[in-house]
């Protein structure tokens, strides 16, 4: 059986052997075998498919092992390893797993200061997992990808809390929302500094995993997502809603922290209001930046409305909502600017695509309307909101020649007014590619 192998002798003054290729015959696997006492780290990458004498090697009585790393690679991809069953003895310290399986509930997995798991449709059972966690509080890297529990006992786990203050990085990638659903409600990783959530790939219905998420103060949440859980000051927090899938950044740099969670979902009509009202009922609320790609679900920006410091919407369905909700009262007059949808936007970016068409009633007018409304002080309908650092409009001159006409004109209404072609800003693009110069868009005002 050809594999890489490395296999370090436990003893103070023993070498390391570092063999490219062996052959696992039965008098080298025999040999190899005699001195599995010593092994203090075990590393394979294995490139075929008969696994027989490597698991007869891994189940070896190891009492010396702590790093236990084992995968399966190309050409074997799609097969997979095990299960195989750990000699009793000391908790291991390191445990890597592609494509391997081995039995959950051997004790040597508790204890870990490093766990990664990946590349299998039997990963540990939810309860298994929180389990290992649970009993490894000194661990401080989790990786899980491309992995799945068993069917079996998925649906429901234990609730008791899983602390792990040691937690540095957090990895959960193409793993189904139940691992992450589990994490986000079992789990407390306080100092963890680097987190990153993605559920899979765009097959996944709305389940109950979300309504654990979503849950109203779940505090464990509100720090995935970087929310201030102590303090009263307002954290960033970026949005990013495309088609079937929807992410949450916040990267702060003086902190050194990142926060990443991607959720994917056949559609997204269901997942948003949870999200709305989880952000909106917590206290502080973040200071949401929110970008809505032009394939995105349309959304209500009334129930985004305490959240909104900066809205980049992409394509002409989203630019039109946008128009017609930004001039609507969210109060009755005499609230103030409070009374306003989205009183606190600074920034605002409508992107049409460069192929719409433009349609006087539906974006000329409800420009024109918008900006001497809410923004200029001859407006009518009470106190004017304040006025946005930045307001981007971006389009084809060719498609959209009125607007263009009528640039002067918006522009002494609202100063912060810009208007870009995005033909030319297509143009631009391809020459900062082409020479790596970066072309700043304020830079080319037209």
């Keep these: 059986m050809p594999v890489q192998q490395y296999l370090e002798d436990g003893e103070p003054q023993g070498q390391s052997q570092d063999v490219e290729t062996i052959e696992l015959l039965p008098g080298p696997l025999e040999a190899a075998l005699e001195g599995s006492h010593r092994w203090r780290k075990i590393d394979f990458t294995l490139s075929c498919g ?106 429901s786990w234990s609730s008791d809390p899983v602390l792990l203050e040691h937690l540095k990085t957090l990895d959960v990638t193409d793993s189904g929302p139940k691992y992450i659903s589990a994490l986000l409600s079992s789990a407390q990783f306080p100092r963890c500094k680097s987190v990153q959530l993605w559920d899979g790939p765009y097959s996944y219905p709305i389940s109950d995993a979300d309504g654990i998420i979503w849950s109203m103060g779940n505090e464990q949440t509100a720090a995935v997502l970087g929310l201030n859980i102590t303090g009263t000051e307002r954290r960033r927090l970026n949005i990013l809603v495309e088609w079937r899938s929807i992410n949450f950044q916040n990267q702060d740099s003086q902190l050194q922290e990142r926060f990443d969670l991607f959720l994917c979902r056949q559609n997204l009509h269901h997942l948003l209001p949870m999200v709305e009202e989880f952000l909106t009922t917590w206290n ?5 930046k929110l970008e809505v790609m032009k394939d995105a679900p349309l959304l209500s920006l009334l129930a985004w409305s305490p959240l909104l410091s900066s809205l980049h919407v992409i394509g002409s369905k989203h630019c039109r909502k946008a128009l017609v909700e930004l001039t609507k009262r969210s109060s009755p007059l005499g609230s103030g600017n409070a009374s306003w949808v989205c009183p606190e936007l600074s920034e605002l970016t409508l992107q049409y695509e460069i192929d719409d068409q433009e349609d006087y009633r539906r974006d000329v007018e409800p420009l024109r309307f918008l900006l001497s409304q809410r923004w200029s002080s001859t407006g009518s309908g009470g106190l004017s909101a304040p006025q946005p650092s930045s307001f981007i409009w971006r389009g084809n001159r060719n498609t959209f020649p009125t607007m263009w006409s009528l640039k002067h004109e918006l522009t002494e209404i609202l100063p912060s007014f810009t208007m870009l072609d995005i033909e030319w800003l297509l143009m631009l693009w391809i020459l900062q590619f082409l020479t790596g110069v970066k072309a700043e868009e304020g830079g080319w005002r037209l």
């Design 50 to 155: 008969l696994y027989e004498d490597v698991e007869e090697l891994l189940e070896a009585p190891t009492p010396a092992l702590e790093v236990l790393r084992v995968s399966v690679k190309y050409p074997s991809s799609s097969s997979t390893m095990g299960p195989f069953y750990l000699a009793p003895g000391p908790p291991l310290k390191e445990l890597t797993l592609h494509r391997v399986i081995t039995s959950w509930h051997s004790p040597r997995l508790f204890g870990l200061i490093k766990l990664d798991l990946g590349d299998t449709n039997s990963g540990p059972s939810i309860n298994q997992l929180l389990r290992i966690l649970s009993n490894s509080p000194q661990l401080e890297h989790l990786s899980l990808t491309a992995l799945q529990p068993p069917e079996y006992g998925a649906t």
């Design 284 to 288: 502080p609320t973040p200071d949401v």
